[in-house]
């Protein structure tokens, strides 16, 4: 690891710093595949690819698949030289300097954050639509106790242990993938396979301007692998573990897309898509029309325990960067304590467990559920999406720093930059102006704004900054 001792102060053998070497290879993954909640992309998620790509949808999978994996070959490398808690805001900061990191890290906090509260919305708005394809109708304030419940999963698991709650992680997203691919199969017995789906032969005109937002969209559904990077600290031989973990995630993950992709779209119909999007859960009504209520059942589970895992996965993220942060002087130092027992970051997961539960509640209270989970999207798009931006250009002066920068890493760095500017722009000019997207945006804009006065009045009270 680069960084001198002056920028990231911590010490490897003090009882209050993490749990070195508890994380194995297969957590890793774990962290990566429940990061990108599976289920809960594949039966819900990928709807929005859908309502531009529509029976293209395969293709656009495709096409942000092989992107993902570009980028993951750019945190694998990263990983290499750099390993901390921090994740990306240390990617950053060894990269562009600690007040570049800071800012970024800033942002990359919040999208943590918006994260969990989507996550919250995820199930307590798409689950009452899941039970009501089973017949069963729920009451209209049903969303805030399955928020409450999925809040407080995600923070007590993460508050026990890294270990602990990456075991209920890896075990969970195991069963997510092996019922998603066996729903896949089940509805490919049943109804071939189409070639053309995986062409621009379905896709509304401009072709290819839909299907590219569509690949944009997926790229987003992929959102959480790249939280891999924030174990450096507690994973064995992490410079291995990581890069091999992210790219194992990320296929994994990808294979089950592309697998459901094409078997939503030829189970739902090639000319039917105009309306595979309009539903809420087109994925639940698939189960019920090729497996039956049995099936049914079984991915309305799914659907629960995707948001249960990836509240962990994104508890486990969020309280490492705001640790890091804290230990680094950027955040209050009260942010950086360790639970003695746990070795966990337990202020730092309980800090995020009252901001993401309260904010939810109270702005659901006031705008609706529905209104605050697309505001949020919006919101944890922009912090997600810079924060990868500019990873990827604190590469090339890591590698350069150490000797190692070669034209193919800038290559790289620039067709990865491309895309990831495309996602925004598509994110962008698709998005319907309206006052819950103007709050998603607002509230990032707030946001950043808090952190650069937040930030100067750090820089000035805190001396060794």
């Given at each position: 690891m680069s960084q001198k001792p002056s920028d990231f102060p911590f010490d490897n053998s003090s009882k209050k710093g993490l749990a070195r070497?508890?994380?194995?290879?297969r957590e890793v993954v774990a962290q990566g595949v429940g990061g990108a909640a599976p289920a809960m992309a594949s039966l819900v998620t990928l709807t929005g690819a859908a309502a531009y790509a529509y029976a293209s949808l395969p293709l656009a999978v495709i096409l942000a698949t092989l992107a993902v994996l570009l980028d993951a070959t750019r945190l694998s490398i990263t990983s290499r030289y750099v390993q901390s808690a921090g994740g990306i805001y240390a990617f950053i900061s060894e990269g562009l300097g600690k007040w570049v990191g800071y800012f970024i890290g800033w942002a990359y906090v919040l999208y943590a954050l918006t994260a969990l509260v989507f996550i919250y919305l995820s199930v307590g708005v798409f689950l009452p639509a899941a039970l009501q394809v089973l017949g069963v109708n729920t009451p209209n304030w049903i969303w805030a106790p399955i928020v409450i419940i999925v809040a407080l999963?995600?923070?007590?698991?993460?508050?026990?242990?890294?270990?602990?709650?990456?075991?209920f992680t890896l075990t969970?997203?195991?069963?997510?993938i092996l019922f998603i691919i066996g729903t896949s199969v089940l509805i490919l017995t049943k109804v071939p396979p189409d070639p053309k789906t995986f062409t621009l032969a379905y896709a509304p005109p401009p072709a290819v301007f839909n299907v590219g937002v569509g690949m944009?969209?997926?790229?987003l559904a992929f959102a959480g692998y790249e939280t891999t990077s924030v174990l450096g600290e507690e994973a064995v031989d992490p410079k291995n573990t990581i890069s091999k973990g992210v790219f194992t995630s990320v296929l994994l993950v990808g294979i089950t897309y592309l697998l459901a992709s094409e078997a939503f779209t030829v189970g739902w119909g090639v000319n039917n898509m105009s309306t595979f999007f309009t539903n809420l859960v087109p994925g639940i009504v698939l189960g019920m029309k090729y497996g039956g209520l049995?099936?049914?059942?079984?991915?309305t589970v799914l659907l629960i325990n995707s948001g249960l895992t990836d509240s962990v996965t994104f508890f486990n993220?969020?309280?490492r960067v705001v640790f890091a942060m804290a230990r680094d002087g950027v955040l209050d130092k009260r942010l950086e304590g360790i639970h003695d027992k746990n070795r966990t970051p337990h202020i730092a997961v309980l800090f995020s467990l009252i901001f993401s539960l309260v904010y939810t509640l109270v702005f659901s209270d006031f705008l609706g559920p529905a209104n605050v989970f697309l505001a949020v999207g919006i919101t944890t798009t922009f912090g997600f999406l810079i924060a990868l931006f500019t990873a990827n250009i604190s590469l090339l002066f890591i590698l350069k720093r150490n000797s190692d920068l070669k034209l193919w890493n800038i290559i790289l760095t620039v067709i990865i930059n491309a895309i990831i500017g495309f996602v925004i722009f598509a994110n962008i000019v698709t998005t319907s102006i309206n006052p819950y997207v103007l709050i998603g945006v607002l509230t990032f804009v707030v946001w950043m704004i808090i952190g650069a006065f937040y930030g100067i009045l750090r820089k000035n009270s805190v001396k060794h900054l």
């Open positions: 070497n508890s994380v194995h290879y999963f995600g923070g007590i698991l993460s508050y026990l242990g890294i270990r602990p709650s990456l075991k969970m997203s195991i069963i997510e944009a969209f997926v790229f049995a099936l049914a059942l079984i991915l993220t969020v309280s």
